[in-house]
């Protein structure tokens, strides 16, 4: 009998705008789907719809969209004060969907992203472990994750939760202000790496004469914090020009994705000829690039995987994230002086290019097969 049926070993569920691959799928699962194909596990995966993005529905997924409007119909009628709190509410309302659908979705582990329906699924199984997989970067006052103090929410602490991470800087700030988080036998945050590493440095022995400055500016802003931002561009242009010149060197500005061209910057190529436009990926843009500019950036990481440093221009934000979280291996000198340094390749140049891979591998592994498996076959027992 189909309730009765035997569960699979693994779930995958996500939010429809995750499906940015080229292929219209979910690039962060995409690895563990193969992984799970290649040692004969049963898995499902499952899209939950979003009505508020353009990203198409995925043909290799199980559309979640009836059961979905169950779950927020079940969330408006259930009053909470039956409730200690919302998460216990999630987890009863997972096993009244169980038993509606004869435990068409019973699985021994469950891997959710940004924490999507992560109470509801550990209502689909008692006996199941649910992990949360990283994609994007974390810090310990992430919204996500921790509260003001940088402690677990509230949400998040159900004994059967993990935590899947992408290297072991990202563990430690898990365990920064949880230290209950270390006392468990059974791993709470395990690293299972990154698919998209690549250990092949750029060659630093090659002459680039690119220096790649990753903007900022996105339609989320509004007008006046756009005007804010292009000024402040424009300011670091003609602070800097005078050095870019005299070395010989071409500045490409690189727009962040979700830029949609809400503010007009065509007036800085005509001002700043040394400055050009890129549309390149950032893997193809390594090939050519001496030095990475930005604010807060996480292509930070990206470039320093590449064995490419990145000079963080002064603010608030990319100061508390990647000097002060992240302990980023600042040169504090002066853009110009780096620019002359750098330029010149010596071999403080060539030490700097390994110190910064070395730092980017400790949050950005290779992914790691052998503890993905693992973690699926544990959630067996």
Not at 261 to 283: C, G, M, Q, R
Not at 349 to 364: D, I
């Amino acid at each position: 009998m189909l309730f009765f049926k035997k569960p699979y070993d693994v779930v995958f569920y996500y939010p429809q705008h995750f499906n940015r691959s080229e292929k219209g799928t979910n690039p962060f699962f995409d690895p563990f789907i193969k992984m799970c194909e290649k040692h004969h596990l049963k898995y499902l995966v499952i899209e939950e719809p979003d009505r508020n993005t353009s990203v198409t529905r995925s043909k290799k997924a199980f559309q979640f969209d009836f059961w979905f409007y169950i779950i927020i119909l079940l969330r408006k009628m259930l009053p909470l004060f039956l409730f200690t709190a919302m998460e216990q509410r999630d987890e009863f309302i997972g096993k009244i969907v169980s038993v509606i659908s004869m435990n068409f979705f019973k699985a021994n582990c469950y891997i959710t992203i940004s924490n999507s329906m992560i109470n509801v699924l550990l209502g689909l199984n008692a006996n199941s472990k649910v992990y949360d997989l990283q994609h994007g970067i974390i810090y310990s006052w992430h919204w996500g994750y921790f509260n003001q103090k940088g402690e677990l929410n509230n949400n998040l602490r159900n004994n059967r939760i993990r935590f899947l991470v992408n290297g072991n800087g990202f563990k430690e700030i898990f365990y920064k202000n949880n230290p209950f988080l270390k006392l468990n036998e059974d791993a709470k945050v395990v690293v299972t790496g990154n698919s998209e590493v690549i250990l092949n440095s750029s060659d630093s022995s090659i002459v680039k004469n690119n220096v790649l400055y990753t903007l900022q500016l996105t339609a989320d802003l509004n007008e006046n914090e756009l005007l804010e931002e292009k000024n402040k561009l424009k300011s670091f242009l003609v602070k800097t020009q005078n050095s870019f010149v005299s070395n010989g060197l071409q500045l490409l500005l690189k727009s962040h994705p979700r830029f949609n061209n809400a503010i007009d910057l065509s007036d800085i190529l005509k001002s700043y000829p040394f400055v050009k436009f890129t549309n390149d990926t950032i893997e193809k843009l390594t090939e050519n690039t001496m030095l990475h500019i930005t604010q807060s950036s996480t292509s930070i990481f990206e470039f320093a995987l590449a064995g490419i440093p990145t000079y963080i221009i002064p603010n608030a934000i990319g100061n508390k994230i990647f000097l002060e979280e992240f302990n980023y291996p600042n040169e504090n000198l002066e853009l110009e002086d780096i620019i002359l340094i750098y330029n010149t390749k010596n071999q403080k140049y060539f030490e700097f290019c390994l110190r910064v891979k070395k730092w980017a591998l400790n949050y950005y592994e290779p992914l790691n097969e052998i503890a993905i498996i693992d973690l699926i076959h544990h959630g067996k027992n």
